[in-house]
């Protein structure tokens, strides 16, 4: 179990090191013009006597974007490894500093859709499994694929136009009122959650199908086992049936499941935090992407490729500590 | 009849199977696998929805478009739409203008002095302004003038200057202004003042005009305030053309007139011309004998703001109207004589005559009509062409995409699962590499690049296809793997082995057809998340770009608040046409799962 663990982290860095080359690569394709604009900056103050090539050499020297990519790859790469990230050149302070700032948004955003997605799909997926074939579970299935099929950009702009624009319940975006700053601490809460309604509501809808799916066929297999037919057998309650000996079961692909979810945990919900002006991480770093925000962008893609490795690696274990046959092999 | 028909032919078809044994080779209907698979896929309800759905969907975006009388990016201008713009600027004019008599002058500092003269006269009055016959009196420059009210209505001043006339001393007369020089009688006054017993100082008239003087037993000066040489009014002369130009600026021409204006004359008489008056509310209209018009005197400023357009007096006048009654609407005749209708829009002091103008409009948001049966979009082109043609490419590319996706998938899990050892090791690494870039940031820093070098058109699309398949192939090359590795422990492929044909033959004639179902399956399925990938981007801005379409793009536009708000038509039907297509898929592949193996994981 260990060697495996050291192992499969081992590969894990380098595929993150490799997946940060590749987008590196690709980012440095993109005209930028910050070191252009700090080049002139600079060189119409007073704070020297060098010229504006002189300072866009200079600075391209410090980005390290006049060799070629794989050198700036590497410069990048052991700044990184002393833990310096450098500083956005969208938002002009050090990209840490600006991720600590925003990905706290992300995060309360998507904690609230887990929340109410468990609370929705869960129970769906099982109601699905134990009346197969009927007219719920047909219900459900098409409920759940009509979920799955649903654009982000559509749903959210659908929700926005009939609970903001037509109803008037809901804000439009934002993630505080007017009022937010002359308001109490209680106040506050209420009205930024007020404001995640929506934003939650569309991530919810578009992420219930497939939990829903995957609860609904976890727990048609188990209810197939032998052990189920056993306790039927011995004249268990149904209830006993499905919720102590079938739904525990499923629990173990659940929680494999939910280690996947990590990544877009903390990865943040781009189109969504995008449509409804949330200042979370996706939004952000979308802004820097387009932009070319070389330092911004990497950290991000950094982050990103590490979640989903260590993502991986928890589904690894998670499958260890919750099924013990996992272990032995 | 047909309740006799019935039995008939139930005994016919029950009739044979009577007689049919039971190890008869007819009874056991041997259906081939792909007619298995079919019958358990027209079984299920959902699959023939999706077919259904899809079967329209293809329609609609491949045949719809031979149908529609419209072209992609037609835009649809409105060549008839009258649209009001502007035609001439009125402003009430409060300030003072100048008239100066030729030859003299008054400048901006005595201007000053004038305003300044005013103030202090308000101020020490209670606010009044000169009363009409009153004079005050005022310095600038060393000069002295005097300002005298003409007509406190409008108001109207003329002002008067203090000038030398003459210096007399003993027995020596010295006459300095010019129309005096040689004037007998003047002389004369002047004569009875020469001596030194005369009063040092003190006034008289002659001809009319005060003459004040002041000095010692030896040498007095004599001024005069002479004639008013400078007209200060809030009227404005506004000449007809340019023949009268000089007419408008004249000093005395004007004064006359604003005299007329005070006294409700009818005519006045001007270097041996007779000119009719006729005065309208606070203005005046100026003609000559002949009745042609010469100029306005209005408080109102008139400006043109089209090119070519001469301001008549007929419209001057029903525009002057307008403006004073405070009338939105009004009509003016134009040079031919025809009535023009008129609007005044107002902002702030400046007031606009508007006119409907003839103008092309394109026709932006319209709601659904008969002619355009999903309404025009924000960019005046028809909604329904657009969503054909946007259906084709986003179709298209989804199909492309997922085929890529397949060849990589099929090739690379194919080799990995067949070879197995370090080829696997190597391939499977490749994939988990692949598995983790970040697909959106990567696909949006890709397409950014793509904006940068300005790709656009067909083959921004074709970019958009190769980026989108190179990310997404990984899960096919998994379950091809997957599924080869287990087709390699089957009993079939141990008889290949045994009979020793090619690898190749192996491969293709043995392995391939058994993953086929898969294959397709996951095609079918993967296709609707292709497609909403693609929309995504189009939504983003990344996409299609104008003039092609796709759905995403064309949602795009509600980007835009107001269209968001008020024009659903443009984005509600293209947000369906996706979610419908996709769920198709989604449907389709999941009859198709189910058709091929029922016992298959859902």
């Known amino acids: 179990m260990w060697k495996f663990l050291v192992r499969r982290i081992v ?215 032998d052990y189920i037919r056993t306790a039927r057998a011995k004249g268990l309650p149904e209830k006993v049936v499905i919720n102590k000996h079938a739904f525990r079961n499923t629990l173990i692909p659940l929680v494999s499941y939910m280690s996947y979810l990590l990544p877009s945990m903390f990865g943040g919900a781009m189109i969504t935090e995008e449509l409804f002006q949330i200042p979370g991480i996706g939004r952000i770093s979308y802004q820097a992407m387009t932009i070319g925000d070389i330092p911004f962008t990497m950290f991000y893609t950094l982050f990103l490729t590490v979640l989903t490795q260590v993502s991986l690696i928890l589904a690894d274990i998670m499958y260890a500590v919750v099924d013990p046959r996992v272990r032995v092999n | 009849m047909e309740e006799i028909k019935k039995p008939i032919l139930n005994e016919q078809t029950a009739a044979p199977e009577e007689e049919m044994k039971l190890d008869d080779a007819r009874r056991v209907k041997v259906l081939s696998p792909g007619m298995l698979v079919f019958k358990r ?60 008599q030729a030859g003299k002058t008054f400048s901006k500092a005595d201007q000053t002095a004038l305003m300044l003269a005013f103030s202090n006269y308000r101020k020490s009055h209670n606010n009044a302004d000169l009363p009409a016959g009153e004079t005050l009196e005022f310095t600038s420059g060393g000069n002295t003038y005097y300002v005298e009210t003409l007509n406190p209505e409008v108001p109207s001043y003329v002002i008067r200057a203090k000038e030398d006339l003459a210096t007399v001393g003993v027995g020596k007369i010295d006459i300095s202004a010019e129309e005096y020089a040689n004037d007998p009688g003047l002389e004369a006054e002047l004569k009875k003042l020469s001596v030194p017993m005369a009063p040092t100082s003190g006034e008289f008239e002659y001809n009319g005009k005060k003459i004040a003087f002041s000095g010692n037993k030896m040498e007095r000066k004599f001024v005069m305030i002479g004639d008013p040489f400078v007209l200060a009014t809030e009227n404005i002369f506004d000449s007809v053309n340019r023949d009268y130009d000089a007419l408008a600026k004249n000093m005395q021409f004007c004064v006359l007139l604003e005299e007329a204006l005070r006294d409700n004359l009818t005519s006045v008489t001007f270097e041996d011309k007779t000119y009719n008056l006729e005065e309208k509310g606070e203005d005046l209209i100026v003609r000559d004998d002949q009745g042609a018009d010469v100029m306005t005197v209005s408080e109102l400023v008139f400006g043109t703001a089209r090119n070519g357009v001469v301001l008549t007096v007929p419209f001057k006048e029903a525009t002057q109207e307008a403006v004073r009654g405070k009338v939105e609407y009004f009509e003016f005749p134009d040079e031919n004589g025809n009535m023009v209708e008129a609007r005044l829009h107002t902002v702030n002091a400046n007031i606009y005559v508007e006119t409907q103008m003839k103008s092309e409009l394109v026709r932006i948001d319209e709601p659904p009509s008969r002619e355009h049966p999903l309404g025009l979009d924000h960019n005046g082109m028809d909604v329904l062409t657009r969503l054909m043609y946007g259906g084709r490419i986003s179709l298209m590319v989804g199909f492309v995409v997922i085929f890529f996706e397949t060849f990589i998938g099929v090739i690379i899990g194919g080799i990995s699962g067949y070879f197995g050892g370090w080829v696997d090791t190597a391939l499977m690494r490749l994939v988990d590499l692949f598995n983790a870039i970040p697909f959106y940031p990567m696909v949006i820093i890709m397409v950014s690049v793509m904006d940068a070098y300005r790709v656009s058109g067909y083959a921004r699309i ?136 029922p016992k298959m994981k859902r």
Not at chain 1, 177 to 193: E, F, H, N, S
């Open chain 2, 462 to 597: 074709f970019f958009l296809m190769v980026v989108l398949g190179v990310l997404g192939w990984t899960g096919i090359a998994r379950v091809t793997r997957g599924q080869i590795l287990s087709l390699r422990e089957q009993d079939f492929m141990v008889a290949t082995e045994a009979t020793g044909i090619r690898t190749s033959r192996k491969i293709f004639r043995h392995l391939i057809p058994n993953v086929m179902p898969l294959l397709i399956v996951n095609a079918t399925m993967g296709l609707g998340g292709v497609i909403i990938s693609e929309a995504t981007l189009g939504f983003l801005g990344l996409g299609v770009k104008y003039p092609l379409a796709s759905w995403g793009s064309i949602i795009n536009q509600a980007t835009d608040m107001y269209v968001m708000r008020t024009c659903w038509w443009i984005w509600i039907p293209a947000g369906c046409l996706i979610m419908l297509s996709v769920l198709g898929f989604n449907f389709v592949g999941d009859g198709l799962r189910d058709a091929y193996d």
């Open chain 1, 11 to 225: 590969l894990g860095l380098v595929i993150v090191i490799l997946c940060s080359l590749i987008v590196y690569s690709v980012i440095r394709c993109l005209p930028t013009s910050y070191m252009e604009k700090i080049a002139r900056e600079r060189a119409a103050g007073t704070q020297g006597m060098k010229s504006y090539s002189q300072w866009l050499e200079e600075l391209n020297n410090i980005y390290h974007m006049d060799g070629s990519i794989l050198g700036g790859f590497y410069a990048w790469l052991s700044e990184v490894a002393q833990g310096n990230f450098g500083e956005s050149w969208v938002y002009q302070v050090p990209v840490v500093q600006k991720y600590n700032e925003v990905i706290w948004w992300s995060v309360l955003m998507n904690v609230i859709t887990l929340i109410v997605e468990i609370f929705i799909s869960i129970p769906l997926g099982i109601v699905a499994a134990r009346k197969q074939y009927s007219r719920t579970d047909y219900a459900v299935t098409v409920f759940a694929l009509a979920c799955i099929s649903l654009p982000t950009f559509f749903l959210a702009t659908i929700l926005k136009y009939v609970f903001a624009v037509r109803l008037g319940w809901l804000p439009l975006y934002g993630l505080s009122g007017r009022w937010y700053q002359t308001g109490t601490v209680w106040y506050k809460i209420g009205d930024i959650l007020y404001h995640l309604v929506l934003p939650v509501l569309t991530l919810a809808t578009l992420s219930i199908g497939g939990l829903m799916r995957y609860t609904r066929t976890n727990m048609l297999e188990v209810l197939n086992a």
């Open chain 2, 41 to 100: 896929f027209i079984r299920n309800k959902l699959a023939i929805a999706g077919t259904i759905i899809l079967v329209v969907m293809f329609l609609f975006a491949f045949v719809g478009p031979l149908f529609t009388p419209y072209s992609i990016a037609q835009q649809f201008t409105d060549t008839n739409a009258f649209q009001w713009s502007e035609y001439a600027t009125v402003m009430y004019n409060n300030e003072l203008r100048y008239t100066v």
